[in-house]
């Protein structure tokens, strides 16, 4: 069976341990079984080093749905995709390329997202520098 996982969650919640915990349980870690599309992917400079510009997001978010999209057309049994996806319509196309291709589609919410106390632990860890503010705007504006 295809399958596609959407990862919703606020930055620092744990969706890239998730998806590689996923992955690693699901297909036993062989990567030509898995793809993983984070948009976070594109920030990182040949030194590996994440550098966010926020002009860019819409273009890297593009090359993220072309990359998944290309992984369910190579027929890849188990694709996932990371990212925050805080509003439905930020991974709809996600959702309806996987549907028409054949997947089988799950939406997970990793972490939770109201609980403020864990929104003073995601912005002490995420890795991205995403200040308190923006995560609690994030909480925000989820939607279920």
């Not at 995709?81 to 805080?86: A, M, P, S």
């Not at 939406?107 to 609980?115: A, L, Y």
């Amino acid at each position: 069976m295809k399958q596609v996982f959407i990862l919703r969650g606020l930055p620092g919640c744990g969706k890239s341990y998730y998806a590689q915990t996923l992955a690693d349980d699901l297909v036993a870690g062989d990567e030509g079984q898995y793809l993983i599309c984070a948009t976070d992917d594109y920030f990182y400079n040949d030194d590996r080093e994440y550098y966010f510009e926020k002009f860019k997001l819409p273009e890297y978010h593009n090359l993220n749905l072309a990359r998944f999209i290309n992984g369910l057309k190579e027929g890849i049994p188990l694709v996932i995709v990371d990212n925050t996806n805080i509003k439905k319509w930020e991974f709809v196309a996600y959702s309806a390329a996987a549907t028409a291709l054949g997947y089988q589609v799950k939406e997970v919410i990793v972490g939770e997202v109201k609980d403020k106390s864990l929104q003073h632990l995601y912005a002490k860890r995420n890795t991205h520098g995403v200040a308190l503010k923006t995560i609690s705007k994030m909480a925000y504006l989820f939607e279920w």
